[in-house]
């Protein structure tokens, strides 16, 4: 009888070989992948603020008045954010030192303190920005300004005097990821691929408005903050007991990734509104995340589109003040010499921390008494442009200063030195664009 049980039982499959095919391609998977999280980290997290709460509106607007054709330029944008952003981090690596402090010991501190007075102003302007956005949400839902302004600045402040570097990068990151919420609205709004398509293969309009929209885009691409930030928190990070040459390869991938992720974002926000906006109301202005939820509200429902859009904004605006004020904190300790590590506690670095502090307040309070937060934020964006000049010049002059064996050369420099002054022309092209507007 047993014996007879035992004949009915199916055999037990075979274990899966360890060398198999199928087991050596999952675990070079799962190592390819716990490879990438574990270099993540200044590059990502600068991206990520690059797509701040001013690039969101820009994106929307670019959706609104011409469907999908400026997807294209978003995808171009990929590169010329790498090859800018990845110069920063060959500087940090290699030199060790903050952009601040290498503009004052290759060429004196009278082109140090310009380089400061520019970086206070340009992170100044960039916490007004993302005030702004915060604000902007808040009303939508409901809240005071003054409300959502002092719990978004708390938080920022308590984050940053608690200190060490890691654990404000993971808060930041993951405070960021919250821009993914555009993926799923690009999604809601069921975007026809024959007409993306279409718009992509005839991206370019000679309608009134698209080159100051595709100047814009291009504007925003690179912030003056960011180059201060990336380079100095490359140093902060450590280079953890590794080969030179294998941080810098890791932390190019790092900025890589967050290039894609970034321009990923930005044409998640021009699809979504593309596809509707851009279909049933193409023209329409949306000068703020409120005019934008109200606008995709017939199309997402009230709820998608206030949380989606709402909580994306925030993520970026987030982000993108706590970047701002480091970068600008950084920027100027290490023009005066000061200590400037976040892994020092409040009262080594008292300086530093000082200066960070008062960039949150600072941009809170000019958003709490401005009376026209759209005027404003628009004026901030016309002065980052205008200082984009001053900052690449820095960073291309700097990068010629490395070691041979680490300075661009051939194409590759070719390439950089045109991308740089692509953007430089563009940026004060929507300067001139906005004055004209605005006269």
């Given at each position: 009888m047993n014996n007879s049980r035992r004949s009915r039982v199916a055999p037990s499959p075979p274990l899966p070989d360890a060398t198999s095919p199928r087991v050596t391609s999952r675990r070079g998977t799962r190592?390819?992948?716990?490879?990438?999280?574990?270099?993540?980290?200044?590059?990502?997290?600068?991206?990520?603020?690059?797509?701040?709460?001013?690039?969101?509106?820009?994106?929307?607007?670019?959706?609104?008045?011409?469907?999908?054709?400026?997807?294209?330029?978003?995808?171009?944008?990929?590169?010329?954010?790498?090859?800018?952003?990845?110069?920063?981090v060959r500087l940090g690596l290699v030199t060790g030192r903050g952009h601040g402090a290498l503009i004052r010991e290759t060429f004196g501190r009278p082109w140090a303190l310009l380089s400061a007075v520019t970086l206070f102003v340009a992170c100044l302007g960039a916490l007004v920005t993302e005030f702004a956005g915060v604000a902007g949400v808040g009303l939508l839902v409901g809240v005071p300004r003054w409300l959502s302004i002092s719990v978004v600045s708390t938080s920022l402040l308590t984050l940053v005097l608690l200190g060490r570097y890691r654990r404000i990068e993971h808060v930041g990151i993951a405070i960021g990821a919250l821009e993914l919420l555009f993926l799923p609205a690009a999604i809601a709004a069921h975007p026809h691929l024959a007409a993306v398509a279409h718009d992509m293969i005839h991206s370019w309009r000679t309608t009134t408005g698209y080159p100051t929209l595709l100047a814009a885009n291009v504007g925003a691409v690179i912030m003056p903050w960011m180059v201060?930030?990336?380079?100095?928190?490359?140093?902060?990070?450590?280079?953890?007991?590794?080969?030179?040459?294998?941080?810098?390869?890791?932390?190019?991938?790092?900025?890589?990734?967050?290039?894609?992720?970034?321009?990923?974002?930005?044409?998640?926000?021009?699809?979504?509104?593309?596809?509707?906006?851009?279909?049933?109301?193409?023209?329409?202005?949306?000068?703020?995340?409120?005019?934008?939820?109200?606008?995709?509200?017939?199309?997402?429902?009230?709820?998608?589109?206030?949380?989606?859009?709402?909580?994306?904004?925030?993520?970026?605006?987030?982000?993108?003040?706590?970047?701002?004020?480091?970068?600008?904190?950084?920027?100027?300790?290490?023009?005066?010499?000061?200590?400037h590590s976040l892994n020092d506690v409040p009262g080594r670095a008292v300086g530093f921390y000082a200066l960070a502090v008062a960039g949150i307040v600072a941009g809170a309070l000019l958003v709490l008494v401005a009376p026209d937060l759209v005027t404003l934020s628009v004026n901030i964006e016309v002065l980052n442009a205008c200082l984009l000049p001053v900052v690449l010049g820095f960073l291309l002059a700097l990068e010629r200063h490395l070691p041979a064996p680490w300075r661009m050369s051939g194409a590759r420099r070719l390439a950089t030195y045109a991308?740089?002054?692509?953007?430089?022309?563009?940026g004060l092209a929507t300067v001139v664009a906005t004055l004209t507007r605005a006269a």
């Open positions: 190592r390819r992948a716990l490879t990438l999280l574990a270099v993540l980290g200044p590059g990502l997290m600068v991206m990520l603020a690059d797509t701040d709460a001013g690039s969101v509106v820009t994106a929307a607007q670019s959706g609104a008045r011409f469907r999908f054709a400026l997807v294209v330029p978003e995808l171009a944008l990929i590169p010329i954010l790498y090859l800018i952003q990845e110069m920063t201060f930030y990336q380079q100095e928190a490359v140093i902060d990070r450590g280079r953890q007991g590794r080969p030179l040459r294998a941080v810098v390869r890791s932390s190019r991938l790092d900025t890589a990734t967050g290039a894609v992720v970034t321009q990923i974002v930005m044409i998640a926000v021009v699809v979504a509104v593309g596809a509707t906006l851009g279909v049933s109301r193409p023209g329409r202005s949306l000068a703020n995340v409120g005019a934008i939820a109200d606008a995709l509200t017939p199309f997402l429902g009230r709820v998608s589109a206030v949380s989606l859009f709402g909580l994306g904004l925030i993520g970026a605006a987030i982000v993108a003040a706590l970047v701002a004020s480091l970068a600008g904190a950084w920027g100027i300790a290490e023009v005066l010499g000061w200590r991308v740089s002054g692509l953007v430089i022309a563009v």
